[in-house]
């Protein structure tokens, strides 16, 4: 591919951030055999699409977007259409959270549409949609299809389904999956029971911090309910085999009150919130008090099937609670490594 086209779909936090990076790739590897020309950027109420697939500006795009009065193209008929009419290869990067494009990823994909995106959505949704999207995919029986890569879906930037991958790829046997799959969780848990000193603050009073700086979605019961770390469960274990058909077809431990969680606002569940301190300061002391800490994990046994989401006690000197701020961490237990865990750890 000498020239490759860029749709890209989404410019939230994600998006923005992958437009920049996109924009000084292009701007620093200009003598590059491969040019790269973005052609479509787009929010769910406007867009900018390049009509003679001529490279958009992108310093320029999220101004232009802003006042675009040129609708989204619609999936999957008017987007075939107009990949279709590119004069090369087309990736679609998906910088959504959204189910209903997530849908489309099949369709674009046996039409010859690359996709690259952090959307769990896909892949975390009804294992049908799973099974549909990889066998739409190129691979040795389908050379027409497109690549799709979603390596963001689980740890952000880090390299957790690539070493997944590469683990089964060559041979090994994974046995089992643990670790702190949301930067959000965390973050409170390092926070509230951190390793070492002792932190006097009241998990309503940490959850409202993490949402004043950002860590938590604006709704903190987004994250609070383990469905975000449930669904990255779920494609790690397809990925290691097991046939989990939704990520809510095993015990998920959520943190939110029942009578919270019909709450009318974010700011009326977490006023509500610190009339239920008292039971996670009581498992706070309880793990303390034999040497331990408590941490919100995912946990995966390849062996017998098992997967949940939750929390657990921790020996103060595991890497799991010696964790801090917002930072990830997954252990792969595999035949090859033994007991000691092979573990990838960094920002998520």
């Known amino acids: 591919m000498t020239k490759v086209y860029i749709a890209i779909i989404g410019v939230g936090g994600v998006g923005k951030e992958f437009l920049k990076q996109l924009s000084n790739y292009i701007t620093s590897n200009r003598s590059a055999p491969h040019i790269l020309i973005p052609i479509v950027v787009s929010r769910s109420s406007a867009a900018v699409v390049s009509q003679d697939y001529s490279p958009i500006f992108l310093p320029s795009a999220l101004d232009n977007l802003a006042r675009s009065t040129t609708n989204p193209l ?31 990823y099949p369709a674009l994909l046996k039409n010859g549409v690359h996709i690259a995106t952090p959307n769990k959505k896909g892949f975390s949704s009804d294992i049908t949609l799973w ?31 690539s070493t997944l991958r590469e683990l089964i790829e060559t041979g090994d046997k994974v046995k089992k999956i643990e670790g702190i799959f949301s930067g959000t969780m965390s973050f409170l848990f390092n ?10 603050a009241r998990f309503s009073e940490v959850v409202v911090k993490a949402r004043d700086l950002g860590y938590t979605e604006p709704d903190p019961r987004d994250d609070l309910n383990g469905l975000d770390v449930a669904r990255k469960l ?11 058909r939704t990520p809510t077809s095993f015990p998920i431990q959520t943190l939110i009150p029942k009578p ?34 408590i941490r919100y994990v995912g946990k995966l046994d390849v062996e017998s099937g098992h997967v949940e989401v939750g929390l657990h006690t ?21 035949e090859r490594y033994g007991d000691n865990a092979l573990i990838v750890q960094g920002a998520g």
Do not use: W
């Not at 779920?234 to 989990?244: M, P």
């Open 131 to 161: 099974d549909s999207i990889f066998a739409s995919a190129r691979g040795p029986s389908n050379l027409g299809g497109g690549y799709v890569f979603h390596e963001a879906t689980v740890g952000a930037g880090l390299p957790v389904l």
């Open 191 to 200: 926070t509230f029971a951190p390793v070492g000193s002792g932190s006097s």
């Open 234 to 244: 779920t494609i790690l274990a397809r990925l290691s085999g097991l046939n989990v």
């Open 74 to 104: 619609s999936f999957p008929d008017e987007a075939l259409s107009y990949f279709r009419g590119a004069p090369g290869e087309v990736i679609l990067v998906d910088n959504t959270s959204d189910e209903k494009l997530a849908a489309h």
């Open 260 to 293: 919270l969680e019909s709450a009318a606002s974010a700011d009326e569940f977490l006023q509500g919130l610190g009339d239920y301190d008292t039971a996670m300061d009581e498992l706070k002391r309880d793990a303390e008090a034999i040497g331990k800490t």
């Open 314 to 334: 921790f020996n103060t000197s595991s890497p799991i609670a010696g964790l801090k701020g917002s930072d990830n961490i997954i252990s792969f237990y595999t």
